[in-house]
Nanobody, 114 residues
Framework: QVQLQESGPGLVKPSQTLSLTCTVSGGSITTNGHYWNWIRQPPGKGLEWMGV???????YYSPALKTRTSISRDTSKNQFTLKLASVTPEDTAVYYCANWNLGWGQGTPVTVSS
């Protein structure tokens, strides 16, 4: 059974960089054909896809966020990490990591506030 778990600070100050890590168990993030996504949902709004890192390490980002977003990975730990720079209160949301075929994490709330 593949499981995904988000972790990181729940409170970030404006202008700082939001950093979240997704730990994958029961499967390898380097397995051929697997894609590992970050998605968020602001309060009262719909889901927003942020970006993805492929099994190869290639990354793709939402055009709306690509100037501020970076996704990386640590294959030795079977983890991938989201970094969102220059955050504002509009970035307050529940953040999820997900694989479309294997499942989603439970989500972790992040509040941007001073």
């Amino acid at each position: 059974q593949v499981q995904l778990q988000e972790s990181g600070p729940g409170l970030v100050k404006p202008s700082q960089t939001l950093s979240l890590t997704c730990t994958v168990s029961g499967g390898s993030i380097t397995t051929n054909g697997h894609y590992w996504n970050w998605i968020r949902q602001p309060p009262g709004k719909g889901l927003e896809w942020m970006g993805v890192i492929a099994y190869s390490g290639n990354t793709y980002y939402s055009p709306a966020l690509k100037t501020r977003t970076s996704i990386s990975r640590d294959t030795s730990k079977n983890q991938f990490t989201l970094k969102l720079a220059s955050v504002t209160p509009e970035d307050t949301a529940v953040y999820y990591c997900a694989n479309w075929n294997l499942g989603w994490g439970q989500g972790t709330p992040v509040t941007v506030s001073s």
